[in-house]
């Protein structure tokens, strides 16, 4: 990264940590790049993609074999039976909602392992918004167990909750909007170990946003029944012009997908239009993708600890997901920051994030980030609840060096309003 010799010395100082801290990490991000590289192009090849899957359908994309094709390619590589890959899904919580409507019935009980849910998910539960068809309104119990003080699952605490009416587990493997370490593989492995051998009735559904291709193995290849994420994340390669998935047991992917469409409809109607070559092409991208974010990710941690500021996770912990939390003390910081962001965007530079209220959110939100496909943080952004003690979190980048400037451009915009310390 090029110095300018005008940027304060604190921020000249803090870039040439960064860079060093993020060199010390390189081999290892490049390892799993590898090995992710290479899965995604075996699971290409061994569906024989060909020019013909990439053409989109119409109406009700009747016989679509490049839908077919897709969900085939994606559960390979996300260690699955079966996944269901569409343009219907309009985020990621509307993926995650229709596999939890579609697997559990009145009187299942539901218990999250990984604390409070993603904000989102709040009103999909029942936890706000009644009388809107949430979870709860249809009969379905819920109670959250909180990570212990190191962030790990509470077994003894999860083995007294779990009752005969226990249907499912969910697992938010990102922080969210948490102070807390998102979950690695090998914790979801311990979790599927557990319940597998103790209550082979329950099942585990994982909220996979933000963590795939972060790792060599997926939740599917460790036993995990069901999971689901947004096509504008990881998966997308940047590329996805919207969309999501669900991933898992063949029998509970179907469900979902009656619950997408239809009873009797299921997964065989859905026109794929113009999206489907991009959603093919920005797959076979996503492991390049998510290794610059994870890159861009390593340098945010390292440049804004060596401005003083507290980094969750530390640069050089292993990461699990994609999402660098930078926490700013006060609102008028955390505003600044994302104003400064912004101002590294190709889209919408010159436009002023402002906090305002967001349907799905408690809080106000601050978002940053001018992309090319509205609220893709595969190609990078930065956001946040305006809430105590107004934590900023970063997530994807399309390249590493854009999210360098876009986090050299935060810090100079706090410097330059007497915020910087």
Not at 234 to 250: D, E, F, I, K
């Amino acid at each position: 990264m090029y110095l300018n010799p005008n940027w304060p010395e604190v921020i000249r100082k803090a870039v040439s940590d960064a860079e060093e801290t993020l060199t010390r990490q390189l081999p290892a991000i490049q390892d799993i790049a590898t090995h992710n590289h290479e899965k995604v192009l075996q699971a290409f090849q061994a569906e024989q993609v060909s020019t013909y899957h990439l053409q989109g359908t119409t109406g009700y994309g009747l016989g679509d074999s490049g839908r077919e094709v897709l969900d085939r390619v994606v559960a390979r590589i996300l260690g699955s039976e079966a996944a269901l890959v569409r343009g219907q899904f309009v985020s990621g919580t509307h993926a995650i909602a229709s596999a939890l409507f579609g697997v559990l019935r009145p009187g299942d009980h539901v218990i999250s392992v990984t604390g409070a849910p993603y904000d989102t998910l709040e009103e999909v539960i029942g936890l706000r918004g009644k009388g809107q068809g949430s979870l709860l309104d249809f009969g379905v119990s819920y109670e959250a167990i909180p990570l212990d003080s190191q962030g790990k699952i509470q077994y003894v605490l999860l083995g007294k909750c779990i009752t005969d009416k226990t249907r499912m587990l969910m697992v938010q493997r990102s922080c969210g909007y948490a102070w807390r370490n998102s979950l690695m593989i090998s914790q979801l492995e311990e979790l599927v170990s557990f319940i597998k051998s103790s209550y082979p009735h329950v099942l585990i559904f994982v909220d996979n946003c933000y963590g795939e291709l972060v790792e060599k193995l997926e939740p599917g290849d460790i036993g995990v029944d069901l999971m689901a994420g947004s096509l504008i994340k990881n998966l997308g390669g940047s590329l996805a012009p919207t969309g999501g998935y669900v991933a898992g047991r063949s029998d509970l992917v179907k469900l979902t997908a009656q619950r997408l469409t239809a009873p009797g409809i299921g997964e065989h109607m859905g026109a794929t239009l113009e999206w489907q070559r991009l959603f093919y092409q920005g797959l076979f991208f996503s492991p390049l993708t998510v290794s610059e974010s994870i890159k861009g990710a390593v340098f945010s941690a390292a440049f804004w600890r060596a401005l003083g500021f507290e980094v969750h996770p530390e640069p050089e912990a292993p990461r699990a997901d994609l999402i660098q939390a930078v926490k700013l003390g006060s609102r008028a910081k955390m505003i600044s920051f994302c104003q400064g962001l912004q101002k590294g965007s190709p889209v919408d530079s010159h436009v002023l994030p402002i906090p305002s209220g967001m349907p799905g959110y408690e809080d106000e939100v601050i978002m940053a980030g001018g992309t090319f496909i509205q609220g893709a943080t595969s190609e990078f952004s930065a956001d946040g609840p305006l809430r105590e003690p107004y934590i900023v979190y970063q997530q994807g980048g399309i390249s590493s060096t854009y999210v360098q400037m876009g986090n050299i451009l935060a810090a100079l915009n706090l410097w330059q309003q007497g915020l910087l310390d």
